[in-house]
């Protein structure tokens, strides 16, 4: 990747293998956002291949990246404060039947991967009633629902308490176990 007078990811190598837990760490500027932002396609490679499956991909945006199984979820949280769980989780990607909003089958797979991740929430709850540590929970609930092959994730703990951190990280053990 070039950057105005910089080079970032030059001779980068990275392998990710399925059902692993991976942390990439490394100084600032080091390159590590560049990587994530590649790889969910929210920055163009300008050099390189990145392989799925051994297959050479590229695409011109997050959602070719999603279709493709790679979903990044930001250190900064992007949820909409005054929609529901199921709404957030949905946005963008709206369930419909007979061209209305299937809001029913919506709630339903909303409630779904709420308990995948433990959030203990209805599906018809404000996001700004949440904790910060549960918003982590829909960002993820909402990056299962996009079946996420592989779910990136962008300094996680930055603002979780220990135990709210210990929390995430048994999900993560869980979601890798599956």
């Known amino acids: 990747m070039v950057f105005p007078g910089t080079i970032a990811l030059d001779q980068a190598d990275f392998a990710v293998r399925r059902g692993a837990v991976t942390a990439l760490v490394g100084e600032n500027g080091a390159g590590k956002s560049t990587l994530m932002k590649i790889l969910a396609g929210y920055e163009p490679i300008s050099a390189g291949v990145v392989r799925i499956d051994g297959e050479a991909r590229s695409w011109l945006s997050s959602r070719e990246a999603e279709q493709a199984g790679i979903v990044l979820i930001h250190q900064e949280l992007n949820l909409a404060e005054h929609l529901t769980l199921t709404q957030n989780l949905f946005l963008g990607h709206e369930l419909t039947r007979g061209g209305l909003l299937d809001e ?25 009633q949440l904790i910060v540590a549960e918003k982590q929970l829909v960002e993820i609930a909402k990056a299962l629902s996009r079946q996420a092959r592989l779910l990136i994730m962008d300094e996680p703990t930055a603002t979780l308490t220990p135990g709210e951190t210990a929390r995430l990280f048994a999900l993560i053990a869980r979601l890798k176990a599956q």
Do not use: F, N
């Open 104 to 128: 029913r089958t919506m709630a339903t797979r909303a409630q779904h991967y709420l308990e995948l991740v433990g959030l203990q929430r209805a599906p018809a709850t404000k996001v700004r």
